[in-house]
């Protein structure tokens, strides 16, 4: 029984993990069309982001949870500037010059804090269940996807500004026909899905440390999510996290974790060839 | 000048040069710079496996170094159990062609778009790197070859004439194959390209739509392109395994099939040479770069040094600014400042469209 | 009593919601040339979709010559002989229109007897003169040429034009009514047009298509001079 109530909880924090790493890039895919392949790099500045800040004296919480969603979700309105809007509708090429913002991002990071791996003690402490202990920080993890998920929906869905997006995304000359500026609308949009990246990539420095290639370990399975979401960006990302972490883990229980993150990928590549255009196009039509 | 005796010159221009390598490296040069030569002639036939399948045929594989790879993998484990090469060269071209058959069938017949098929491809490659990356211990083998995960494989014995085993290639007679491969793919890629095939891959990338409404099956055209390409690069992979006499898994990785599109990339999409020039430049660049910068000092030269930083500028950069690529850019000026011939009425296979 | 050349039974299409085909039974002999006419929206160009197999019918069955093709794929329907010029020109923009014709041509020939049939159809759509032109670069009367070229150049039996005379100086229009009746002389063909002088030169039997339906089928100046039809056009029948 403790093990079932272990084994939920890291099936649980799989998802939740994953729900967080992949919302960001949801919200610029779902929105924007745009596939960021410096996705992963988002993630990797997030962790450091936070690490630096909290080396500075901010206590863990602030640097994970304000200091680093501001300072990638900056970075990632810098980069709409000056790379992704000369790239609208060239989904290719936008795929292109965000894997060379990739390499770039990761040679720079190099650069400035080396290639060795930066820990963060998780903090919370661990607790019991049964025979077994597990880390709490696992629970707090869990907790932020909740909020994110659910403030993401809130925001798109009872605000101006979520309605004034959905609507520019839609039909940018109808918005700009109202008064909306369509570019300002894409930079924040852009930006807020950076914000998110950033959050997630600290809230998870802790358990995996932070090196500079780290993103490559994420960038492959937020974007399968993304894609095997489909096009509501919430309950899509929702839907392809509970499915792909919940694979990812199990498999991962029953063989080694290798052969987990295989099989989440095995999946997706099903998935995709049986639900070409997601999850959300064939289930909960229609949500947000 | 007619656009097909240009045609003709250009072969015979690349016949010349390819021909002069050929003869003349190993006489000018050392053999440690004949060495890295030879890496380049290797890598140059791989960046032409992807020119083929997406330049030309507009399929978007971001993995195709995991054909690479398995060429490279196949090699090393066919020559530990077999001991002669004839059979293990052949199966580096099989299997991963065998693969790209299954991966492709699955793709294109499943209909799935441009851009997931890069995805896809991206995650496969990515499967086979953790895969293999975690087979190091003892119990990780295929019959006597281990697979040695995130070690590699050394000590990859070399291509022997064909059934003579102990007729083994050295040094220098692997720059002669990796170059005379190259030569060899190059004309052999211009031959199919302008063969009824390779206009009909080029016309299903135009407009898709248009070539089934004329009644050719784009599904197979695509999948035999992938599958070409597939064999093309797992050659590339023997012969990579056989100029290191080593292999690992990071031939698999990121970094990998970053590059290869880099090389397309920044060459020209729909050329050939543009991505041998492109490869063996950035290949070159790169090691030169590498040089200069000791490990351990700060500054300008660190950066230069940086490969990742400098690859991920250049892409940037080419993407925003020469989308094109180097060959076709210079082409287009070429042509635009040579074009006012009247239109000649076609009499026989078209030639402007053949490819460079 | 062969099978006519074409004929759908209880045809239909439906997008989610939206029935934009619905129950169309439809019959064209060998060498018949039909006019289909009828608003913007009334599921003319979705039929023809469905017809050449770049739509599958969501109901009913399309068959040719007696055989069932519904939901068969493209590739299979145009070598079955069925050829369409599309709404919005579908041509390869990157290459000459020689090589356009080049790969229309060699789909059933080869060598010398390809080139040939190339330099004939060059002559045939009198573009002879621009053989080696990029077709991207052509103006929009030239690159539907280029088109009507392409897709005569498989020989199909049925020929699909759907507006083949929009954008089209008086002059080219002459000429596309001339290459009409040639092409009639031994295909069938369904025309989709707006331009009622156009159909008057061509037509003996004319289809009206309405939001989805068949609305009429009749002689040409039955319809021309048919209130209904007047009125479909006008928008009188919301009101009616």
């Known amino acids: 029984m403790d093990l079932v109530a272990l084994l939920a909880?890291?099936?649980?924090?799989?998802?939740?993990?994953?729900?967080?790493?992949?919302?960001?890039?949801?919200?610029?895919?779902?929105?924007?069309?745009?596939?960021?392949?410096?996705h992963g790099e988002f993630l990797m500045l997030g962790g450091y982001a936070a690490i630096q800040a909290n080396r500075l004296g901010l206590s863990i919480w602030i640097a994970m949870l304000i200091v680093a969603p501001l300072v990638v979700g900056a970075i990632g309105v810098i980069v709409e500037r000056t790379i992704i809007r000369w790239l609208y509708g060239r989904m290719i090429d936008t795929m292109l010059a965000t894997w060379g913002l990739s390499l770039f991002l990761v040679g720079l990071t190099t650069a400035v804090f080396g290639n060795t791996t930066v820990g963060l003690s998780a903090p919370l402490g661990s607790f019991e269940i049964g025979q077994y202990r597990t880390s709490a920080y696992t629970l707090f993890v869990i907790a932020v996807a909740i909020v994110v998920l659910g403030g993401v929906l809130a925001v798109l869905r009872f605000t101006r500004l979520g309605l004034i997006a959905r609507g520019t995304m839609q039909n940018a000359n109808m918005a700009a026909a109202l008064g909306v500026n369509p570019s300002r609308v894409y930079s924040i949009t852009f930006g807020a899905g950076a914000a998110l990246t950033g959050l997630a990539g600290a809230v998870i420095a802790p358990v995996s440390g932070v090196f500079p290639t780290i993103g490559a370990a994420y960038v492959a399975k937020s974007f399968i999510t993304v894609i095997g979401g489909g096009a509501s960006m919430v309950t899509g990302t929702a839907a392809a996290s509970t499915l792909f972490g919940a694979v990812n883990q199990l498999a991962t229980y029953v063989t080694t974790p290798v052969f987990g993150e295989v099989a989440l990928l095995a999946a997706a590549i099903v998935l995709i060839r049986v639900l070409p255009q997601g999850i959300t196009a064939r289930f909960f039509r229609g949500s947000l | 000048m007619s656009a097909r005796s240009l045609n003709l010159l250009g072969l015979g221009l690349a016949a010349l040069v390819g021909i002069a390598v050929l003869v003349l490296t190993p006489q000018l040069f050392d053999l440690d710079v004949v060495l890295n030569i030879t890496v380049y002639m290797i890598m140059a036939v791989l960046a032409l496996s992807l020119a083929l399948v997406w330049g030309f045929g507009g399929i978007l594989c971001f993995g195709q170094s995991a054909f690479f790879g398995l060429g490279a993998y196949t090699y090393a484990i066919a020559m530990f159990n077999i001991g002669e090469s004839t059979a293990p060269l052949l199966l580096a071209i099989l299997v991963p062609a065998a693969f790209a058959a299954l991966l492709g069938y699955f793709m294109f017949y499943g209909r799935i778009s441009d851009v997931y098929l890069g995805v896809i491809t991206l995650t496969v490659t990515l499967i086979l790197f953790n895969s293999i990356n975690s087979t190091a211990g003892p119990e990780f083998h295929i019959g006597s070859a281990r697979l040695g995960g995130f070690n590699g494989i050394p000590g990859i014995p070399s291509l022997n004439v064909p059934f003579f085993k102990d007729w083994q290639i050295d040094l220098e007679g692997m720059f002669y194959l990796s170059?005379?491969?190259?030569?060899?793919?190059?004309?052999?890629l211009r031959a199919l390209l302008a063969s009824h095939f390779g206009r009909t891959i080029v016309g299903i990338r135009e407009n898709e739509q248009r070539a089934q409404l004329l009644g050719y099956d784009p599904r197979a055209y695509k999948l035999a392109t992938f599958t070409i390409g597939a064999a093309l690069a797992g050659y590339a992979g023997c012969l990579f395994a056989n100029w290191g006499n080593f292999v690992s898994p990071t031939i698999f990785g990121l970094a990998q099939s970053a590059q290869i599109i880099i090389w397309v990339i920044v060459g020209g999409r729909g050329t050939l040479i543009g991505p041998i020039l492109g490869c063996v430049g950035i290949q070159w660049l790169t090691a030169a770069l590498g040089a200069n910068a000791p490990s351990g000092t700060g500054g300008w030269q660190a950066l230069l040094g940086n490969v990742p930083l400098i690859l991920g500028a250049i892409l940037i950069g080419f993407v925003l600014l020469v989308p094109k690529g180097f060959v076709p850019t210079i082409?287009?000026?070429?042509?635009?400042?040579?074009?006012?011939?009247?239109?000649?009425?076609?009499?026989?296979?078209?030639?402007e469209a053949a490819p460079r | 009593m062969s099978s006519p050349l074409l004929e759908t039974r209880g045809l239909g299409m439906r997008f989610g919601g939206v029935q934009a085909v619905r129950d169309v039974n439809f019959t064209l002999e060998e060498r018949e040339l039909r006019c289909l006419i009828g608003p913007n929206g009334a599921g003319k160009s979705t039929f023809f979709k469905m017809l050449t197999g770049q739509l599958k019918p969501t109901s009913g069955a399309v068959l040719f010559r007696g055989q069932d093709v519904t939901g068969a794929e493209p590739h299979e329907i145009a070598r079955r002989g069925v050829g369409i010029k599309t709404q919005v020109p579908s041509v390869f923009d990157g290459l000459t229109v020689g090589e356009n014709l080049w790969l229309a041509v060699t789909r059933t020939r080869r060598g010398a007897s390809a080139r040939a049939a190339v330099d004939a159809m060059l002559e045939r759509v009198g573009l002879t003169a621009i053989a080696s032109r990029l077709v991207g670069q052509l103006a929009h009367g030239q690159r539907q040429w280029v088109e009507l070229g392409v897709v005569l150049s498989t020989d199909p039996d049925l020929v699909l034009l759907d507006e083949p005379a929009a954008g089209m100086t008086d002059q080219e229009v002459m000429r596309t009514v001339e290459l009409v009746r040639d092409i009639n002389r031994?295909?069938?063909?369904?025309?989709?047009?707006?331009?009622?002088?156009?159909?008057?030169?061509?037509?003996?039997?004319?289809?009206?298509?309405?939001?989805?339906?068949?609305?009429?089928?009749?002689?040409?100046?039955?319809i021309m001079h048919s209130p209904v039809v007047r009125d479909i056009y006008l928008g009188k029948q919301a009101a009616a």
């Open chain 1, 9 to 38: 909880i890291q099936v649980l924090y799989a998802i939740a993990s994953l729900a967080l790493m992949s919302v960001g890039l949801a919200i610029i895919f779902g929105m924007m069309k745009v596939i960021n392949l410096a």
């Open chain 2, 179 to 188: 170059t005379g491969s190259l030569i060899l793919t190059y004309f052999g």
């Open chain 2, 331 to 351: 082409a287009g000026l070429g042509s635009a400042l040579g074009r006012s011939r009247p239109g000649a009425a076609v009499a026989g296979r078209p030639q």
């Open chain 3, 186 to 222: 031994t295909k069938a063909l369904i025309v989709v047009e707006h331009d009622m002088q156009f159909i008057r030169m061509i037509a003996s039997k004319v289809t009206v298509f309405n939001q989805g339906a068949i609305l009429m089928e009749d002689d040409v100046e039955v």
